[in-house]
Every structure is written in structure tokens, then in C-alpha cells.
């Protein structure tokens, strides 16, 4: 059961090192509503530096007008080309790096976890994908973007929105003392 909240901005993700998406959600109760989605397009930098530093600017600019609580954002998958891993891991980087520096929470989801929340498929397209949020989101067909890195970005955030009744499953105890000092009221002291 999703917990209600007064409001909660959750800023979602995509990363991506040619096109990046995000999508914004603001919950009130427990009723999500797109406030947002769009891509920030890298295809005209051709040096690698230079698209970490837009990647920056923009989210750091996403960041200053939504003021997100929380970013959910899709951990890279394993490809087999080790230079685009790289690069792709160096601009989900600099996105969480963003949001760090404004004190934002960060939460990764894998690709499938994020399509089986959105569609009960983990092996769903970018179109169904866009189409289910476009449903249980009533936002119209006309809002549809261009490209689906924006709708996968707004399926990060819908994804976690989907994880806020969840219970977090805590660290276990690393032995007695550890145990003693983490649960002080269950402790009861003894006198000989």
C-alpha cells in the first residue's frame, strides 16, 4: 500500500550519454501527476567532457525549477562494449553528482524492475512503456514526446512512486555489539 504523503517531487531519469530523459511527478496523497518530461539533447557536443558539463547544467537547472525531494534514476545494464559502459556510467554519474550537491536523495532501479513496475513485464518496450504511463498518468496523446528517453526517464520516477509504501529492508546486525547498540531499548542490564 502506497503511503500517503502531503507532497513529494520525484524527479526521474533516463541516463543517457546521446540523449538523456527525465520526467517529474508530484504525489499529493497518493495520487501521481505529471508535472513534466522532456530529453536533454547531446548530439551536438562531440567531445565527451563537454556533454558531462551540459548534463550538469541541465539537471542542476531541472533541480532549481521542480526542487525534486527525490531523484529515481536507471542504473546502467551491462552491454558488451566497455568504452560505451564507461561513458554511460560517467553521465548517470554527473546526474547524481547534481543532485548530491543539492542534498537530494538518490534511489537506482534496474531497467527491467522499472518496466515490470510501469507494464508487468520486464521485457516491455519503449512504446508500451510510454503508452501504460500515458494511461494511469491521463495525460493526453498530444503530450506524447518525441522520444522515449523521456517517458523511460518518467517511468523511473513512476517506478518509485510505486515503492513509497514499501518497507526498506534494513542492514543486519554485525554481531551482538552492534545489535546492543542499535536496539538500547531492548536491552536489560543485569546486577550481580
Not at 501527476?33 to 541541465?58: P, Q, S, T, V
Not at 547524481?96 to 543539492?102: E, G, H, V
Request: charged share 25%; hydrophobic share 40%.
Amino acid at each position: 500500500m502506497i503511503q500517503p504523503v502531503k507532497e513529494k517531487i520525484i524527479l526521474g531519469i533516463d541516463p543517457g550519454t546521446t540523449i538523456m530523459g527525465y520526467g517529474v511527478l508530484r504525489v499529493a496523497g497518493v495520487k501521481p501527476e505529471m508535472i513534466a518530461m522532456g530529453i536533454i539533447d547531446l548530439r551536438k557536443f562531440g567531445d565527451h567532457y563537454l556533454k558531462l558539463r551540459h548534463i550538469h547544467e541541465r539537471i542542476l537547472s531541472i533541480i532549481e525549477s521542480y526542487l525534486p525531494d527525490e531523484l529515481a534514476i536507471e542504473a546502467p545494464f551491462f552491454g558488451k562494449n566497455v568504452q560505451s559502459m564507461l561513458k554511460l556510467g560517467r553521465a548517470q554519474g554527473v546526474a547524481m553528482a547534481a543532485a548530491l550537491s543539492r542534498d537530494i536523495p538518490i534511489t537506482e532501479y534496474a531497467p527491467l524492475k522499472i518496466k515490470m513496475a510501469i507494464t508487468g513485464n520486464g521485457q516491455a518496450s519503449k512504446e508500451q512503456v510510454a503508452n501504460m504511463l500515458q494511461r494511469m498518468l491521463h495525460f493526453p496523446k498530444e503530450d506524447m514526446p518525441t522520444f522515449m528517453d523521456a517517458t523511460d526517464g518518467l517511468a523511473a520516477a513512476y517506478c518509485h512512486f510505486l515503492q513509497m509504501g514499501r518497507p526498506t529492508v534494513e542492514k543486519g546486525y554485525h554481531g551482538w555489539k552492534d545489535f546492543i547498540a542499535k536496539n538500547p531499548d531492548k536491552v536489560k542490564k543485569y546486577k550481580n
